[in-house]
């Protein structure tokens, strides 16, 4: 099963990449540990998941093919 | 002053504006919180529209390294209060729209009371402590706010406590229920911002405020909109519970309603399953052409125990019973070898 990731903001700082497939992933659980992993900083930045365009909450299944926005706060003005 | 809709001609001639929308704008009282890079472009183009009555509030002194992007100041303006300087050259350059300035800072104790003189209210902040703060007595108040924010090539622009077509509101709160770590998101000052990005971000907001007042088009009520300068990237999520999710709780007392909402979703389920088998069929169909290129039997034993493995490792990994699966896949294999034998059987 492979999903699209995207990265918002201050965590495409850290990722240096805007979008990537991830694989065998099923919830939003398994990809938060796969990214602190792949990329530690991001245990420091508070973001949100939006999984197919709709902000969801920890835990939430991972469909085939679907894309996750990983989206932080912005603080400019 | 009586204000002439001479000026506002080339809006009003607009379809669905008219003289009764730009009335609606003379009337409207919008406060901009923070007349900073954010601020100057949704200030100058609220007042440009003709919007009544306008608020700043800002406690800051204008600097050096604001001028290239708060695009109401010049150099002979820094060390100045920015709201003074604000007033100034939003009055002259649009004297229909009566400009109040407020030079200190937005907290607490004058939250509430600023806050109720207004309409609505505009987010041009950098800053989490005045971001929760609005939300919050925005929420009090009920009125709406608009959200604007920037990170480096980026911006985030959003409605909150405004009513979607279904009648939902969201608040910021909903989207990012926690401040963050302090330090851990940057603002302007530490993280560099290029001028133009908050001169678009916050003429969407005032786009958005203009749209509130006069009804026209949707708001970005209950959707984060984020914007990527480098790329052009605009991407809007939905905020909030979605539908289904709604349902539930609103029913969560109603026992019967309840059982009805979660048959519809069930039966919402199978229909998308059937789909998904109708899908399958039709792949499957595609296997046989090439099977019988390649003089293959249609039963390919070995190529269905693996797959059946597969099938049975991922059901553990879901959490499955094992046993369900393997009955269903029997199934769904038979089905598979009965629509492959129709194009054999042609051959």
Known sequence: MKIQVLAFGQILDITQKDSWEEEGILNLNQLQEKLWNDYPALKEISFVFSINKQISKDGALLSDGCEVALLPPFSGG | MEKSFKKYQRQISLPGFGQAKQQQLFDAKILVIGAGGLGCPALLYLAAAGVGEIGI?????????NLHRQIL???NDIGILKTEIAQQKLSAKFPDSKIISYPFLFQESNAFELISNYDLVIDGSDNFTTRYLVDEVCQQLNKPWVYGSVSRFEGQVAVFNYPDKNGTKSLYTD???????????LNCAEAGVIGVLPGIIGTLQANEAIKIITGLGTPLANKLLTYHSLFNRFYETKIGLNQSEVKREDTFENPSGLLDN??????????QLMQLLVKR???VSKLAEPKIALNLGLVQPE???????KRLLEAENLGISKEYIEQIFSLIHQESITEQKKIYDRK
């Open chain 2, 57 to 65: 509030i800002d406690f800051d002194t204008i600097e050096e390294s």
């Open chain 2, 175 to 185: 989207l990012f229920p926690t401040p963050p770590k302090e330090g851990s998101i």
């Open chain 2, 262 to 271: 979660l048959r519809t979703d069930l039966n919402e389920l199978d229909v």
């Open chain 2, 303 to 309: 190529q269905w125990k693996t797959s059946l493995e």
């Open chain 2, 281 to 283: 069929n039709t792949l």
């Open chain 2, 73 to 75: 100041f010049e150099p």
